[in-house]
């Protein structure tokens, strides 16, 4: 059902539970590739390395000058001035549900679960344009992965970048927050694609390339190009002449039947 909107809407889908995790951790582990993260539009270029680590002083902060020089020091001012600019207007009825304007995801904030001043870093960064603030304990898909692409730019505390392996587990160990979770293991080894194509291993199995096989000219269209018709049907040349002559003929019958009608006047 599309329209009206009415309130016995299907609004919401049940997701697995590990499946939720297996996404949450895909998200994260997106977040730590610069080529998945500039992808996504993110501008990183004065960040010195990704993942973003920064001290635990920042959960401290609760001015929001302070908040917009730290980002400045780190280099991720740029991607906050991006979303400041792709602030709209956001078109159809939306406008009316209170939420007119529409903008660029920024920097995701993310600080330690045990954090003794929550609300004072949210209301130093709750103002800046498409900063968002989250706990590691509480970290949302939709904050990792805005409108499901993942990649976002994730600055961490100290203390929230260590908490990630007791949250979500490891490859060995399990997590002390999640009941009988950990990270699924890799389905490749090694993910360097190149590296695997052009190993020894491979090319000595892989066949040489072939040679003079390569279509040289374009192809031509049968039914505009007439040598190209010939090849597919030689007798379409004794049938195109057949034509010719026969509309002649009828040409000099029309010509001979206007001469005589003209004679007879």
Same mark, same amino acid.
């Given at each position: 059902?599309?329209?009206?909107?009415?309130?016995?809407?299907?609004?919401?889908?049940?997701?697995?539970?590990?499946?939720?995790?297996?996404?949450?951790?895909?998200?994260?582990?997106?977040?730590?590739?610069?080529?998945?993260?500039?992808?996504?539009?993110?501008?990183?270029?004065?960040?010195?390395?990704?993942?973003?680590?920064?001290?635990?002083?920042?959960?401290?902060?609760?001015?929001?000058?302070?908040?917009?020089?730290?980002?400045?020091?780190?280099?991720?001012?740029?991607?906050?001035?991006?979303? *400041?600019? /792709? %602030?709209?207007?956001?078109?159809? !009825?939306?406008?009316?549900? #209170?939420?007119?304007?529409?903008?660029?995801?920024? +920097?995701?904030?993310?600080?330690?679960?045990?954090?003794?001043?929550?609300?004072?870093?949210f209301e130093a960064f709750r103002n800046i344009?498409?900063?968002?603030?989250?706990?590691?304990?509480?970290?949302?898909?939709?904050?990792?992965?805005?409108?499901?692409?993942?990649?976002?730019?994730?600055?961490?505390?100290?203390?929230?970048?260590?908490?990630?392996?007791?949250?979500?587990?490891?490859?060995?160990?399990?997590?002390?927050?999640?009941?009988?979770?950990?990270?699924?293991?890799?389905?490749?080894?090694?993910?360097?694609?190149?590296?695997?194509?052009?190993?020894?291993?491979?090319?000595?199995?892989?066949?040489?390339?072939? *040679?003079? /096989? %390569?279509?040289?000219?374009?192809? !031509?269209?049968?039914?505009? #190009?007439?040598?190209?018709?010939?090849?597919?049907? +030689?007798?379409?040349?004794?049938?195109?002449?057949?034509?010719?002559?026969?509309?002649?003929?009828?040409?000099?019958?029309?010509?001979?039947?206007?001469?005589?009608?003209?004679?007879?006047?």
């Amino acid at each position: 059902m599309f329209a009206p909107t009415k309130v016995w809407r299907r609004w919401h889908r049940k997701i697995n539970r590990n499946q939720r995790r297996f996404a949450a951790t895909s998200a994260l582990a997106a977040s730590a590739l610069p080529a998945l993260v500039m992808a996504r539009g993110h501008r990183i270029s004065d960040v010195n390395e990704v993942p973003c680590v920064v001290q635990d002083s920042i959960e401290t902060i609760t001015k929001t000058k302070d908040a917009i020089a730290l980002l400045t020091a780190i280099g991720a001012i740029e991607d906050v001035d991006k979303c *400041k600019e /792709t %602030k709209k207007l956001r078109a159809g !009825k939306g406008k009316l549900r #209170n939420r007119r304007h529409k903008a660029r995801r920024g +920097p995701l904030i993310v600080y330690g679960e045990k954090a003794k001043n929550d609300v004072g870093i949210f209301e130093a960064f709750r103002n800046i344009p498409g900063v968002t603030v989250a706990s590691v304990s509480a970290l949302s898909l939709l904050e990792l992965a805005p409108g499901g692409h993942v990649g976002r730019f994730i600055i961490f505390s100290e203390s929230a970048f260590k908490a990630l392996d007791s949250v979500f587990g490891t490859f060995t160990t399990a997590s002390t927050q999640k009941k009988n979770y950990m990270l699924p293991q890799p389905t490749m080894t090694n993910a360097d694609i190149t590296r695997i194509i052009n190993s020894d291993e491979v090319q000595s199995v892989v066949r040489e390339v072939r *040679k003079g /096989t %390569k279509r040289t000219g374009t192809k !031509k269209n049968p039914i505009t #190009n007439l040598n190209a018709l010939l090849k597919l049907n +030689p007798y379409a040349k004794t049938m195109k002449r057949q034509a010719i002559l026969f509309q002649e003929a009828q040409l000099k019958k029309k010509e001979a039947a206007a001469a005589k009608k003209a004679a007879g006047k």
